[in-house]
Nanobody, 124 residues
C-alpha cells in the first residue's frame, strides 16, 4: 500500500491541525494504521494507532485527550486531529500501515508501509 501524508503546517501553541493520510494500492481497510512522529535529534516515536474497523484506538500518553485518530475506509484515508498543540509536538509526522493488531502495534518495525512525512511546527 502506498501512503501520502498531508496537512502539516505552522500553528501557534493552543491551535489545531488535522493531518490526512491517503492510501492506494492494496486494500486499506485490512490494515492497522498508525501515526508516528520524529522531532529533530530524537528517535521516531509512536503517537496513535487505530484498528482496521476504526473501533479501537490507542494513544501516546502525552497526546491523550488532545489528539484523535480516525479513518474512513470508504475513502482510503486516515486522519489525525490535533488540538491544544504544544511546542513539544513539533515534529515530522508519519502515517504507517501494519498487519499487527492495533492493540500491540507500537513499534516502528511492526509497520511495513510508510508515508513520506509532513512537518508540524508549533510556535510559542
Amino acid at each position: 500500500v502506498q501512503l501520502q501524508a498531508s496537512g502539516g503546517g505552522l500553528v501557534q501553541a493552543g491551535g489545531s491541525l488535522r493531518l490526512s493520510c491517503s492510501a492506494s494500492g492494496r486494500t486499506f481497510s485490512i490494515y492497522t494504521m498508525g501515526w508516528f512522529r520524529q522531532a529533530p535529534g530524537k528517535e521516531r516515536e509512536f503517537v496513535a494507532a487505530i484498528s482496521w474497523s476504526g473501533g479501537s484506538t490507542y494513544y501516546l500518553d502525552s497526546v491523550k485527550g488532545r489528539y484523535t485518530i480516525s479513518r474512513d475506509n470508504a475513502k482510503n484515508t486516515l486522519y489525525l486531529q490535533m488540538n491544544s498543540l504544544k511546542p513539544e509536538d513539533t515534529a515530522v509526522y508519519y502515517c504507517a500501515a501494519s498487519s499487527t493488531s492495533a492493540s500491540i502495534a507500537r513499534m516502528i518495525t511492526q509497520y511495513a508501509y510508510w508515508g513520506q512525512g509532513t512537518q508540524v511546527t508549533v510556535s510559542r
